[in-house]
């Protein structure tokens, strides 16, 4: 499916919320629609953090996968996780450690997935917590 100007409005909307929740000031950030050459992904977070400049990016075209808003969102919170966490993943850039920081580096932000994004769209879609 192609990402419309319309979802890369909800992309783009959700990423500054994220970006602002967490406090990501000294960065400059700009969220862009364009194909990415990782098969298989949704969206990328490519940072320069000497520069503190990153580009968060949508796919332009998820293939078979539904284009849905909370897909969207996720991907949008994911992405803001990861520049988040872009220091830890540059100083593994210089240790024997790579792979296991950045797996872990994964590991937290499913952790943060599953609890702090859960917790604001269950509120936003009216789900229901005891489930």
Do not use: Q
Not at 58 to 67: F, L
């Amino acid at each position: 499916m192609k990402v419309t100007k319309k979802h890369f409005k909800v992309f783009g909307r959700e990423c500054t919320k994220w970006i602002r929740f967490f406090g990501l000031k000294e960065w400059n950030i700009i969220a862009v629609r364009r194909h990415l050459d990782d098969e298989g992904a949704l969206a990328s977070c490519h940072a320069d953090y000497c520069g503190r400049i990153a580009n968060l990016v949508i796919d332009d075209d998820w293939g078979s996968e539904p284009v849905t808003n909370e897909l969207l969102e996720i991907c949008a919170f994911h992405e803001v996780c990861e520049l988040l966490l872009a220091k830890l993943a540059k100083l593994a850039e210089a240790h024997y450690a790579k792979n296991i920081v950045e797996e872990e580096i994964h590991v937290i932000i499913r952790k943060l997935e599953s609890s702090l994004f859960k917790a604001y769209t269950d509120k936003k879609y009216g789900k229901d917590k005891r489930r």
